[in-house]
Structure formats: structure tokens, C-alpha cells
């Protein structure tokens, strides 16, 4: 080619170049991409052989295509020499433009490295520009430019991407300046359609690879839709943070069967709707601390259930926590379990009153080893002084509205009619209520109400003389003929006749009062809010309720009952205020007796 005019070799060596630069982008894969670059030096650049070294991810070289003999396709194709030898090679001979010609008189010295090479063989050159088989000539195939490029592509500044290997040039005849040109400029665009080829097969890769990752999260998530929609217990996904925390999003079947709404309306509510007022604190907790509570929630009927909340934050990278993923599971079969165990702990299983144990739990909760001790009066009390208003003692600390004692009436539902009744005050539940929720009649512990300090509680003056103070008294009762009915009837009977005073006493209290039963035929009652009047009143009518016969089995029983008054004061044990009551009960027993065999 070279043996002809100037202006033919230009013309046909852009030709030839145009031609093998176009199948170029014919290629579909990387694999095809390197072979057609192979192809094309050996029909378009005019040399029977072409190899194509690529780099690999360590740097090494690798033989990924071969052109123009079979054998040595066979030989060498896949074989990999390491970067160093290939620095040092293209670091040796000539430079011709981007190419590296080593001749036969230098190359000698790499027969013995690691680059895969093929042998042909030829006569010794006749003249200077004749081809030596041991010749070899390299067209290295750079990317774009990069700020430190090797010594070797200091001219080019880009990253070696692979090299070309050119044998046996037709016309046995080195390439002359048009040939050497033709040959960088086809392996410059060579590199360009190499690394395009890398860029779609790694856009191939990634779009493989997103497609499972986008079949494996509708997996995963139809997976957990059948989970949370077919889950046995009930499941909600939750707001969590900002206006609309806890608002709940989604629920399954089985949450809206156990709370009798359907999906629609539970949309429109959030956990705290639905909990019952006295869990709101737990449900606050357990919403900002990720973890589990037992509560309440409300049915659609105005019913509570017991339920086990589980809740687990679902966290968005970017954002942090976003939505509460909660386990609902019913659980009002364990906690009526629960709490008949619990109530048959604290209760007496024959009449059903506090036990002795409950009794002692509940008063010792209103006590404290600290006696009373009187304090100065405020500003507004001393105010109410000064014009008549408050004088005395401050029995109670400031904060806790206590009630007067009896006012108006209670009727015992006993035969007395309206002489039975005893003076009550009007407000007693709704104060009670405001102490913290008194249960089955019970005083509240302290520190349950609205106010965190103890109330401290003193006796009020007996005698003649009633300073006005309230307190909480402590009234012991003992029947009076119960062991002749247990003797004579049997104990059947005498069960019965128990049954029937414990249900006269607690008929006989108000609501915040405690009615237990100590043991056998003793019972005691606490009321607090009391004076000494009152509590004498109040042993008086639950006698008189206790006294009208009781019929048991068609035969009609009398007891009587023996009242002792003791009031519980800070600084008292339990046991002394019980064995105080107790004492006074005995000598007031006592009395009654002389009492009627003077009578008689």
C-alpha cells in the first residue's frame, strides 16, 4: 500500500479505516465489541495478525480477542500477563506517535517475560523497512484523560483500558506514517467503543440487578401484605412523629373483628382514641420507647378488651423513624384469669369482702411512721381567722380536699325505715373519684391522686368535745350469738348468716368505704372523712342493719353485733390500730352485757 502515490495511500487508508471504525458499532456486547476490534486491524488496517489485550479489575492483561490464525487463537486467547511486563513494554523501543515499535534487535530481551506472545516464522530482512518476524508493534487503547496519567501515557493523559498487537503487515513492509496513523486513530476509537461496550453491559448488569431487586421487594412485600392481612391477631401500621403521630394508616381483619369497626373508621382514629383514659400514659410510653404494654382498648359497643400491644419502628433511611408496625393480640382471657386470682388473693372467698391481708394492704397504704405534726397557717387561712372565718389546727396538707362528715342521709336499706338513715356528704364520690380510683370501696394509697404527698391523718378529740377534725376511722365489729347458730344449725347456716351481715355492712357504708371481713365473725369497716359523732352514728345504724332476723333454710336466725371505734393516726402500726378497735370493742361488749343483766 505504501508503494503507491501519496494521495491513493491517504484515500485508501481513510477508506479502510472509515470501513473498519463502522463495524465497530455493530457490536451488541463487550465480548463481541473486542473481537470486531480484532477483525477490523486484520481486514480494514491491512495485517494477517491481530490480538486485543484488555486490562482486568487487578491491572493484569488478559488475551480477550484474536485475529487471522486459528492456532494461534488457540494458543494464546485467554492467557494473562501482568501489568509490569506490559509497563515495561510499552516503555521500550521506538515512539511512534501513541504506538510502541520494538524491533527484532531489541526484543530479544522479552521472550522470557509473562505476555502471552505467538512465534512466526520468515527470512532475515533484506532491506531496512522490511518486516522481521520478531518485530513487534503495539497500539495502546486509552480512556479519557485523567489528572496522573503513567509515564507511558503521559502524551495521551488517559487510563490504559487494553493494547493492540499487530503482526505481519501485508507487503512485509513496516506501516509508514499514514499506516502508523490509521492505526492509533482505530485504536482510539476502539477504546471509545470498548468502553461504551463496558458502559452497556454494566447498565445491562444494573438493570438485571434492579429488576430482582424490584421482584424481590414485590415479593417481600406481598409477602407481608398476606402476613398483616391474614395474621390471627390483630396487626395496625401507625404514624409516628409530627401532627399526625400514632394516627393508624392500615389494619387487618382481625384487629377490626376484636374492636368491632370496620377498616374505614379505624382510619379515622388513632391508639389513643381507642385506649381507655387510665392506659394513655403506658400507650405514650410504649409509642416512644418501641416496646410492649398491656392495656385496654375500647370495642365499638363501649366495651373494653384486654390486649398486648407490640410495637416495632419501621425506620426510613433518610428520614429516620417513620411509621409504628404494632401487634395487637387478645389477651382479656389471661387478665380475667389475672385478676380473679388477684382478687381471690385480696378477697375473702365466702362473702366476697377484703380479706385480712387486703384490709392490712389498704390501711397501712393510708399510713406513715411519722407522727402528725401541726403546721403554720397560710396567708388565706389566717385571713378567714382574722374575720371570723377559719380558727383551729390545720389537720391535713395543703392540696387535699378533704370532705365534712356526715350531711343529709343514706339509707341502709335495713327495716328501720327513714329513722335508719345516717347523715352522708353529698360530694363523697366525686371526691373519691379525684383520690385516685378507689377500688372495691378501698382508700386510695397515696401518691395515686392528684397530689404526690402524703396525707398525713390524725385522730379526732373523743368525748363531749368535738374540735370538727375528720379522720379515718377504724370500726371493729364482732356478732354477738353467731357461735350458738353455728352450734345448733350447722356450719351451712351459719355461712349463710355471714353472706347476709357482709352484704347488710356494705349496704350500710358509702361507696368509698372498706367492709372486710378479718376472719370468722369479725368484720371491719373504714370511713374516712369522719368525726367522733359520726362514727358513733355509723356503728349504731350497721348494728341496727345487722340485728333483723335472717331467714336461712325457711327458719329465722338473730345475731347481734359489738361495734369498736378506733381511729388510724400517722405514727401507728397497722396491728395497733386494729388491736386498738379491737379492744374497744371487747370492753364496749362488755358494757352491753351489764347493761342488760341490770336490766333484767
Not at 147 to 168: F, N, Q, T, Y
Not at 229 to 249: C, F, N, R, T, V
Amino acid at each position: 500500500m505504501e508503494t503507491e502515490s501519496e494521495p491513493y495511500v491517504r484515500l485508501a487508508t481513510l477508506r479502510q479505516l472509515h470501513e473498519a471504525v463502522a463495524e465497530l458499532n455493530t457490536a451488541r456486547s463487550l465480548a463481541d465489541t473486542l473481537q470486531t476490534v480484532a477483525d477490523g486491524v486484520v481486514t480494514g488496517l491491512g495485517y494477517e495478525l491481530a490480538c486485543v489485550n484488555v486490562v482486568q479489575a487487578d491491572g493484569d492483561l488478559v488475551v480477550a480477542a484474536f485475529a487471522g490464525s486459528a492456532a494461534a487463537e488457540a494458543l494464546i486467547t485467554g492467557r494473562v500477563g501482568s501489568r509490569i511486563s506490559w509497563e515495561r513494554r510499552l516503555s521500550m523501543g521506538e515512539t511512534w506517535g501513541d504506538l510502541r515499535f520494538i524491533p527484532h534487535t531489541e526484543g530479544w530481551v522479552l521472550l522470557e517475560d509473562d505476555v502471552p506472545q505467538w512465534y512466526t516464522e520468515g527470512p532475515e530482512p533484506r532491506f531496512e523497512d522490511e518486516w522481521h518476524p520478531a518485530d513487534r508493534l503495539y497500539a495502546p487503547m486509552y480512556s479519557a484523560a485523567r489528572k496522573d496519567p503513567p509515564a507511558h501515557a503521559a502524551g495521551r493523559g488517559g487510563e490504559l483500558l487494553g493494547v493492540i498487537s499487530v503482526d505481519r503487515p501485508r507487503g512485509g513492509r513496516r506501516p509508514g506514517p499514514w499506516g502508523q496513523e490509521a492505526l492509533q486513530m482505530y485504536a482510539s476509537q476502539a477504546a471509545i467503543a470498548i468502553s461504551n461496550a463496558r458502559l452497556r453491559a454494566n447498565m445491562q448488569r444494573a438493570l438485571v440487578r434492579l429488576e430482582r431487586e424490584q421482584q424481590a421487594l414485590r415479593a417481600s412485600e406481598e409477602s407481608f401484605r398476606q402476613a398483616f392481612e391474614y395474621a390471627p391477631s390483630g396487626m395496625a401500621i401507625a404514624e409516628m412523629g409530627g401532627d399526625q403521630h400514632g394516627k393508624l394508616l392500615r389494619t387487618n381483619d382481625a384487629l377490626c373483628r376484636l374492636l368491632g369497626r370496620p377498616a374505614a373508621v379505624m382510619r379515622r382514629h388513632s391508639f389513643s382514641d381507642l385506649v381507655h383514659p387510665e392506659d394513655i400514659g403506658t400507650l405514650l410510653r410504649t409509642s416512644a420507647e418501641g416496646g410492649r404494654a398491656e392495656l385496654r382498648l375500647a370495642r365499638r359497643d363501649g366495651t373494653y378488651v384486654w390486649v398486648s400491644l407490640r410495637n416495632s419502628v419501621v425506620a426510613d433511611t433518610a428520614d429516620g423513624p417513620r411509621f409504628l408496625l404494632t401487634h395487637v393480640e387478645d389477651i382479656e382471657e389471661r387478665k380475667s384469669r389475672e385478676l380473679q386470682l388477684a382478687h381471690r388473693a385480696s378477697h375473702d372467698s365466702l362473702t366476697g369482702l377484703p380479706n385480712s391481708a387486703e384490709l392490712r394492704s389498704r390501711l397501712s397504704a393510708r399510713l406513715c411512721s411519722r407522727p402528725f405534726a401541726t403546721r403554720e397557717k397560710t396567708a388565706v387561712e389566717a385571713l378567714d381567722a382574722a374575720y371570723g372565718g377559719y380558727e383551729g389546727t390545720v389537720l391535713y396538707e395543703p392540696g387535699y380536699d378533704t370532705y365534712g362528715g356526715y350531711a343529709g342521709t343514706h339509707n341502709t336499706g335495713g327495716p328501720g325505715g327513714p329513722g335508719d338513715a345516717y347523715p352522708v356528704h353529698d360530694g363523697y364520690e366525686e371526691q373519691a373519684g379525684r383520690r385516685g380510683g378507689v377500688r372495691d370501696g378501698g382508700v386510695p394509697p397515696p401518691g395515686t391522686g392528684p397530689f404526690d404527698h402524703h396525707v398525713h391523718l390524725v385522730a379526732p378529740a373523743e368525748g363531749e368535745a368535738d374540735d370538727g377534725t375528720k379522720g379515718l376511722a377504724v370500726l371493729f365489729c364482732d356478732l354477738d350469738g353467731f357461735k350458738s347458730i353455728n352450734d345448733r344449725f350447722g356450719h351451712n347456716t351459719g355461712d349463710e348468716v355471714l353472706i347476709e351481715v357482709a352484704r347488710r355492712l356494705t349496704t350500710g357504708v358509702r361507696d368509698g368505704d372498706t367492709v372486710a371481713r378479718l376472719g370468722g365473725d369479725e368484720f371491719v369497716v373504714l370511713a374516712d372523712g369522719l368525726g367522733s359523732a359520726d362514727a358513733a352514728d355509723l356503728a349504731v345504724r350497721l348494728r341496727n342493719a345487722i340485728i333483723p332476723p335472717i331467714r336461712v333454710d325457711g327458719r329465722a336466725v338473730r345475731v347481734g353485733a359489738s361495734f369498736g371505734i378506733s381511729w388510724a393516726s400517722c405514727g401507728m402500726s397497722v396491728e395497733e390500730v386494729l388491736q386498738s378497735a379491737d379492744q374497744r370493742m371487747y370492753v364496749e361488749k362488755r358494757s352491753r352485757k351489764q347493761v342488760q343483766r341490770r336490766a333484767g
